[in-house]
């Protein structure tokens, strides 16, 4: 029997811990099986949900959040007949599968559809917490609006400075009028549960905005320009799929090999013009072929397109 | 900064300021009649679930209001049998509800909706929408007093104007009715009270459900007039910035308008890093921007507001037989 | 003039009390559709039926004890010092100070600087709202509340601009140097041949922890200056007569409380996480509130409550790990039990004292019964 | 005096109030036993007993304010059910607590109309309180500024507030407890003239009090109770104070101090311009001129807030001043920078505080607690670092044991001990020190006959060893009766020294209301006028 491990956010984030969640749904319902699960709780419960599902003879054992990588690496070397599956984080260890995704890439590509959307030459950025990660998302989406529009002014903002960021719609969508009223006419969120906000707001004051993750589109349909889609779900599904004995290693999920991408559906088809699918899709697939280099926040903490 | 900066930022304080006004107004007649109530966070957020859960479920946001204020005084009447009846800790009790409420709001949404502990979206007329006042579009091409009129004056919800009307009600009722003379006297001394042949019970009782019907409105101000349903943890700490507003604001009702709008000005803020490097001339570090209100509290706290005396039977229960 | 035996206030009210909180959680329990009886079984099991199981408890109880002495301090001195959660994280910030940048030869030198910074850093935390409530008259609830706020933002900063190294996704500090690792139940028990687990859960300071609940009560109730913190707490006029100095009472004792509050990092950020991560406090310094209370602010009550909020988290986190049940069940359990223990108490206690005093009467009837003087 | 007046009454008729077999416990204290009290209209009734004879509890039950375990109530013959207050107010039965029972930041009209408004709106019912409020004060001369806040008046104000919240409520019986422990003479005196007429109305009054004086001078009958029961019930003109006071003790009590002429010496306490400005900028001490020498008691007399608490409160290092003052020659720190209580006591200064509850224990703290309480640094009662709790219960045995605290137990919170032995536990904490000076303030309020005797027993044996004494008290009969040398207060300023032997009550009166012209007759409303300006700027004793 599978585990897996939601991280604090909670398997019901309205992000990638709710991803991960899908996937492994997806797999039981193909497959009749069942799965272990845990939300946690508090840090110290890490270490000891990866003990107890290892010691249960769970396997795979599949955990989601970077938060992660440190306690892997000092648990992966006791259970060596257990496969681990990390998401979000690399932990060199022969029984584990290092799952990262290159958010900047999707990211970039839905900056520039915003770019092109965008009337007012103003787009804007909304985050959760201020971690380095969203700090990845949004310094793609920034080179992505650049590319797009060079002239064109991005407003980020970060939620907050607690955990409880992402969990404030309330703050999301004063943030999203603060940026409306800056000029901005796409929001991009990347905030968990405060996103939810960020795309009412967007919806109420008849904006654009895009959500993360998961596909977003159909919450306010019409509204919602596209998703950065970051395949966890996948990547949960992967894993369970292959089961023990899964191959390890890294494994970057990136616009190339499907693992990031934009979300197109019935709810935005009459948003995507014809041009900017065009000049979307051929970014991405500049991206895939690696003529087109998105500059990655965390590889060295700095962004060429955004002050933070 | 030029006006109409200003106008959506103090547009955006208003939003702000609401549900502190109404949460802090709650705070304002439970403690005067002598109960703190650190629990006003916990009744928020029962309120913002159980407007929103019935709202959606019978499709009126004003029906879900009821339920919201139903949810939030069942709350308020845990608070009152612990604290008054049974003369327990008050602060206890407010921690407990405090937690109990952002245990319960999940798990009854999860056994409910299934949908990870938030209630589905709201539509239509399950929300509180904005209200135009009348004129608004007329004078809006006015300058000067139109935008003031149409953008900040008019616009907001229904719940807005009841908590900015409830500023002056309240001072109505605390100080130019009876009740209010006796609920005051409770808070300072109950034996007074009592021995004047006014049950000191019932006052309490009545000060507490009064906290519970406000925060009602405050949360459901959050789930269904700003935003279009429940998130857990939804009120992300507004009681307690209305706890502290109450103390600022010396436990009076017009200060406590002038308070919540000042801490809903430093929320607005905030968001408007721009005007803040604009005013300041400086680039204040996002992580540091978000502990700035903080740290203006303390510095106003510190400087300009004396001491703040509170109503002296505050916290002790009445006990007249040791 | 009790009525009751000191038995009776110590032992029986709080289990009538928990039972009530049990029964009105079993009820929960079976609303949302799931069977009490083996949630309990889970608990009790997975809390204090095994070596790891009691390990976590009193890990989480060590950060509980350290918060609630914290609140219980202040609480003589007659503050609400609701600052814990702050003052812990700027505890752990000290800890990852004291250990990121001295090449401590080994973990006992580094436990003793580990812990020094913890306290100073909690302790300086706690410094600027008791010196605005003793001389500007600042109310200490609302600045500690700041403070709280305040401490969260500084964190974060500090941890992206300076303390993370380069490239890490994680907001947190670089891992301290291995040897620094703190012995653990675990450990202990490895080496002296026993079978036991590797988790990094109770360490030795559940020790510290102890020690400190030894010296809170050797503070307060066998020193002067406890002696004058009592004193002021419970009457300032009084105190003033004695000669008490009102600032240095107020600040010495927010000192105390977060130094307290701020040893709390060396559990999280020492001993479990083996670094400063952002979020380690977790809300201990809020539960610390409960314990105090419920431990009646005395040292002995608060271990002893914190055992048992220990037991919660524990006994949660097997639930959450064996069944679906969602893991708010226990926070609302966690609230249930604080609400029955800490403000409803006088529920369980007002019936019993009316059951002791009938049975005095009844044992002791007639006129040799004086009123007091 | 009007001892015969219930002789008009035929006994025939129903009393105003008739008490059968009350019975009340507070937990394992029984307070009340079984307890029968009649009390005929139109008369000033008397109940007199030891601190916790249970007087109070008897009123509350009355007043419905606590609910009995046992016995019934009549008022005016008929079975009366008092289950709460209002049911008493009712009945037309009013009470004057012994701590008064005022909302201190509201004013005298709020707290009148408190419970008893007209309709929901404050507004009519405060304009009619305060028509009603200008006859009462006609009717009865109880003057009262209806917008002054509680805090802002004198104690005698805020008892005139409670009499008036009463007859507002048109109460026809009138108890009140302990009224007159924290008036002056004329202020008592005023009082009595009050209820006097208020039984010429025909109201029933009763009242609570130590002051066998008072007793004797305006009851008709009284009661006496002692440790929960009712002893005696007797008429007034058929007793003497001798009696009442051995009925409430048990014992012949001294109705006297018994005292040696003085033998001053060396000069102990010199003070030279002392001046007090409080926090609100006003000037509570105007430039005090005073010496105590060894083995002399000098009484402070003056109504409250005067200056007497804030001289001895700026001796004893709790609030700073400015000006001079030597101790045995050495110079004292008036200013508060340099001193404190603590540095006060190592240089032989001891201060019975005038308020033993708010500031001379800590209520919660055990009586060893309390005998250590600003001795807590005295080697004796600590071993290095830590303090030696053993040494400091078995010191406070001792003290218990000499002082005669009952019960003698060290280990009793200090809010477990009645009034009086709460007072001798502060006392033998500070008279044991063995000081060069003692500082006392109203060594004996609301202390029971027994209780007094022996506190002024143990000040004058301290005189006797040479201690130099500065004693203040509102009391002016134990002014005169302790005092080797009195100074009268008045307004921040000593009006002027007399010794005992050349001076009377009435004199030291007019001194106390500001008028130092003592030879001439002066009106009451001269009095009044002088006094009202005193009490506007005193926030309550
Ligand atoms: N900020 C303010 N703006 C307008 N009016 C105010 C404000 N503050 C107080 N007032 C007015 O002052 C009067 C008294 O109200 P306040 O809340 O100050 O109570 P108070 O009676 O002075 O004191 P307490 O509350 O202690 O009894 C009211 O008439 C109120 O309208
Ligand atoms: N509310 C109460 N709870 C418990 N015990 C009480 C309470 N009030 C009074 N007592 C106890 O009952 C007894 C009688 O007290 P009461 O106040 O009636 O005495 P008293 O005669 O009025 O004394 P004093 O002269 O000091 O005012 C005392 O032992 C007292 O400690
Ligand atoms: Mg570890
Ligand atoms: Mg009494």
Redesign the pocket.
């Known amino acids: 029997e599978p585990a897996l491990i939601f991280d604090l956010g909670g398997k019901f984030d309205k992000s990638f811990n709710e991803a991960a969640f899908t996937g492994a749904q997806r797999w039981a319902e193909e497959t009749g099986e069942s799965f272990r699960e845990i939300e946690l709780q508090s840090e110290a419960q890490r270490e000891q949900a990866l003990r107890r599902f290892a010691e249960a003879g769970n396997n795979p054992i599949v955990m989601t959040g970077f938060a992660f990588g440190d306690v892997l690496s000092q648990v992966a070397p006791d259970y060596p007949e257990t496969d681990f599956a990390i998401i979000d984080m690399v932990v060199d260890q022969p029984n584990v599968r290092s799952v990262v995704f290159n958010e900047h890439e999707g990211s970039y590509l839905v900056g520039m559809m915003a770019a092109m959307a965008s009337e007012s030459g103003t787009v804007g950025f909304i985050g959760g917490m201020d971690i380095p990660l969203i700090r990845k998302f949004a310094c793609g989406y920034a080179q992505g609006v650049k590319a797009a529009n060079p002239d064109a002014t991005v407003l980020a903002n970060m939620t907050g400075t607690t955990p409880a960021a992402w969990n404030d719609p309330v703050k999301g969508s004063e943030l999203t009028k603060a940026q409306i009223s800056q000029g901005a006419d796409v929001v991009y969120a990347a905030a968990g549960g405060t996103g939810v906000g960020v795309l009412q707001t967007a919806a109420d004051e008849d904006i654009l905005s895009i959500g993360v993750d998961s596909n977003q589109n159909h919450l306010h349909p019409g509204q919602v320009l596209t998703s950065m889609l970051k395949r966890v779900d996948n990547a949960v599904y992967q894993a369970f799929q292959d089961g023990p004995g899964m191959e390890k290693g890294f494994n970057v999920m990136g616009v190339g090999n499907g693992g990031i991408g934009y979300a197109m559906d019935e709810n935005n088809a009459d948003l995507v013009t014809e041009e900017m699918k065009t000049a979307v899709d051929e970014a991405a697939a500049k991206i895939a072929d690696g003529s087109l280099q998105v500059h990655d926040y965390m590889s060295d903490d700095s962004c060429p397109a955004l002050d933070f | 900064m030029d006006y109409i900066t200003l106008i959506q930022l103090l547009d955006s304080t208003v939003r702000f300021a609401t549900p502190l006004l109404l949460a802090c107004l709650a705070g304002l007649f439970s403690e005067?009649a002598g109960i703190f109530d650190i629990g006003l966070e916990g009744k928020m957020l029962a309120a913002a679930f159980f407007t929103a859960a019935v709202a959606f479920l019978t499709g009126s946001a004003w029906v879900g209001l009821l339920g919201g204020i139903a949810a939030s005084l069942v709350l308020a009447a845990i608070h009152g049998v612990a604290s008054i009846t049974f003369r327990g800790n008050q602060l206890i009790s407010g921690v407990a509800i405090n937690l109990l409420a952002a245990g319960m709001t999940v798990l009854v949404a999860q056994d409910w909706f299934r949908q990870g502990g938030r209630t589905p979206g709201l539509t239509g007329d399950a929300r509180f929408e904005g209200i135009t006042l009348p004129g608004a579009a007329a004078v809006a091409d006015v300058p000067v007093i139109g935008p003031l009129y149409a953008e900040l004056i008019s616009g907001h919800s229904i719940l807005v104007y009841i908590a900015f009307l409830a500023v002056?009600l309240t001072?109505w009722v605390?100080?130019r009715t009876r009740f209010g003379l006796r609920l005051?006297a409770v808070g300072e001394n109950p034996a007074a009270v009592d021995t004047a042949g006014v049950s000191v019970v019932g006052l309490r009782y009545a000060a507490v459900l009064i906290a519970g019907v406000l925060c009602g409105l405050a949360g459901a101000y959050l789930s269904t007039a700003l935003q279009a349903g429940f998130v857990k943890d939804m009120s992300a700490g507004r009681g307690f910035i209305a706890l502290a507003a109450l103390i600022f604001a010396?436990?009076?009702?017009?200060?406590a308008?002038?308070a919540t709008l000042l801490f809903g000005l430093f929320g607005a803020l905030e968001t408007r890093p721009d005007v803040i490097e604009a005013v300041i001339g400086l680039k204040v570090p996002g992580p540091l921007l978000g502990g700035l209100p903080y740290v203006m509290t303390v510095i106003i706290l510190a400087g300009f507001v004396g001491k703040a005396i509170p109503p002296r039977a505050g916290g002790a229960p009445y006990v007249k037989e040791r | 003039m009790d009525v009751m035996p000191k038995w009776a206030e110590v032992v029986l009210v709080p289990l009538i009390s928990l039972f009530l909180a049990a029964v009105i959680s079993a009820l929960v329990i079976l609303a949302i559709g799931e069977d009490p009886v083996a949630a309990t079984k889970l608990m009790v099991e997975g809390a204090v039926g095994s070596v790891r199981g009691w390990g976590y408890t009193l890990y989480y109880a060590t950060n509980f004890i350290f918060t609630g002495l914290a609140v219980a301090v202040a609480f003589h001195a007659r503050l609400f010092n609701i600052g814990g959660e702050g003052q812990a994280m700027l505890g752990g910030l000290g800890v990852a100070l004291a250990l990121l940048f001295i090449p401590w030869p080994h973990w006992t030198l580094g436990l003793v600087a580990a812990s020094l910074g913890a306290a100073i850093f909690g302790a300086a935390w706690a410094f600027i709202p008791a010196y605005l409530q003793a001389k500007r008259g600042s109310h200490i609830v609302i600045t500690t509340i700041m403070f709280n706020f305040i401490a969260s933002a500084l964190l974060i900063y500090l941890l992206n601009e300076f303390l993370k190294p380069v490239g890490q996704a994680d907001p947190s500090s670089a891992r301290f140097a291995p040897h620094l690792d703190l012995p653990t139940l675990n450990s202990v028990l490895g080496s002296m041949g026993f079978r036991a687990s590797k988790d990094d859960s109770v360490n030795v300071t559940f020790l510290i922890a102890l020690a400190s609940a030894f010296a809170v009560w050797v503070l307060m109730w066998r020193t002067r200056l406890g002696y004058e913190i009592r004193a002021f707490g419970h009457s300032e006029s009084a105190a003033k007569y004695a000669g008490i100095n009102p600032v240095r009472i107020t600040v010495i004792t927010m000192l105390i409380s977060g130094g307290l509050a701020g040893l709390m990092g060396v559990n999280t950020v020492m001993g479990e996480a083996e670094k400063l991560l952002l979020n380690s406090t977790e809300g201990a310094g809020f539960i610390g509130i409960a314990v105090a209370l419920m431990g009646r602010s005395h040292p002995l009550g608060v271990v002893i409550a914190a055992i048992l909020f220990g037991f919660l988290y524990q006994g949660g986190a097997e639930l959450a790990l064996w069944t679906t049940i969602p893991r708010e069940l226990i926070v609302v359990i966690q609230a249930l039990v604080i609400l029955f223990t800490g403000a409803l108490d006088n529920m369980v206690r007002m019936p019993l004292e009316r059951l002791f005093l009938a049975r005095r009467l009844r044992r002791a009837p007639g006129p040799d019964r004086k009123p007091a003087e | 005096m009007n001892a015969d007046a219930t002789t008009g009454q035929p006994e025939t008729a129903a009393p105003a109030i008739e008490l059968k077999g009350i019975s009340k416990s507070f937990g394992p204290v029984q307070a009340n036993k079984d307890i029968s009290i009649r009390v005929m209209p139109g008369t000033i009734h008397g109940i007199i007993g030891e601190n916790g004879a249970g007087k109070s509890t008897l009123m509350s039950i009355l007043y419905g304010f606590y609910k009995a375990d046992r016995g019934e109530i009549f008022v005016s013959g008929r079975k009366a059910n008092i289950t709460d207050s209002q049911a008493a107010i009712a009945s037309g039965i009013g009470m004057v607590f012994q701590h008064f029972k005022l909302v201190e930041?509201?004013t005298v009209l709020e707290n009148i109309i408190l419970g008893a408004e007209d309709g929901r709106m404050l507004t009519p019912s405060l304009a009619k309180a305060r028509r009603t409020l200008v006859d009462l004060a006609a009717d009865y001369g109880l003057n009262v500024d209806p917008d002054a806040k509680i805090e802002d008046i004198g104690v005698g104000m805020q008892q005139r507030v409670e009499i008036l919240k009463a007859l507002y409520r048109q109460a026809d019986i009138l108890i009140l407890d302990e009224p007159t422990g924290v008036l002056t003479p004329a202020e008592a005196d005023q009082l009595f003239r009050i209820l006097a007429r208020l039984r010429e109305e025909g109201k029933t009054i009763i009242l609570i009090t130590h002051k066998l004086r008072e007793i004797m001078e305006i009851t008709d009958t009284v009661s006496v109770m002692r440790r929960g029961e009712m002893t005696a019930t007797v008429r007034t003109a058929d007793t003497s104070p001798a009696e009442l006071a051995e009925l409430m003790v048990g014992r012949k009590v001294l109705l006297r101090v018994d005292k040696t002429p003085a033998q001053p010496g060396e000069v102990v306490l010199d003070v030279q311009g002392l001046r007090v400005i409080d926090s609100s900028g006003v000037e509570r001490l105007r430039g005090i001129d005073l010496k105590v020498r060894a083995g002399e008691i000098v009484g402070i007399a003056g109504v409250a807030g005067n200056g007497q608490s804030e001289l001895l409160e700026v001796l004893g290092g709790m609030k700073a001043g400015q000006g001079t003052a030597l101790l045995n020659g050495q110079p004292l720190d008036v200013t508060g920078k340099k001193s404190d209580g603590k540095t006060r006591r190592k240089s032989g200064v001891a201060h019975v505080p005038e308020d033993r509850q708010r500031e001379g224990l800590i209520m919660d703290f055990q009586a060893w607690e309390n005998t250590a309480f600003g001795y807590h640094d005295d080697p004796a009662y600590n071993t290095g670092f830590l303090m030696n709790n053993a040494a400091i219960r078995e010191d406070t045995a001792r003290k218990m044991e000499r002082f005669d605290v009952r019960p003698p137990n060290p280990r009793l919170a200090a809010k477990n001990f009645s009034g009086g032995n709460q007072q001798k536990v502060v006392l033998a904490r500070e008279i044991e020190r063995n000081p060069d000076l003692l500082l006392i303030g109203q060594p004996t309020r609301g202390v029971d006959i027994g209780a007094i005797e022996f506190i002024h027993e143990q000040i004058v044996a301290l005189r006797d060893q040479g201690k130099a004494i500065l004693l203040v008290s509102v009391e002016l009969e134990e002014i005169l009766a302790l005092s080797d040398r009195i100074a009268v207060m008045f307004d921040g300023r000593i009006m002027g020294e007399r010794l005992p032997a050349d001076t009377n009550e009435k004199e030291l009166g007019l001194l106390m209301a500001g008028i130092t012209d003592t030879a001439h007759e002066h009106s009451v409303e001269e009095i009044e006028a002088n006094l009202a300006h005193v009490h506007a700027t005193d926030k309550g004793a």
Do not use: A, D, M
């Not at chain 2, 010396?250 to 200060?255: E, F, V």
């Open positions: 005067r002056p001072w605390l100080f005051r010396k436990w009076r009702p017009w200060y308008l002038w | 930041n509201f």
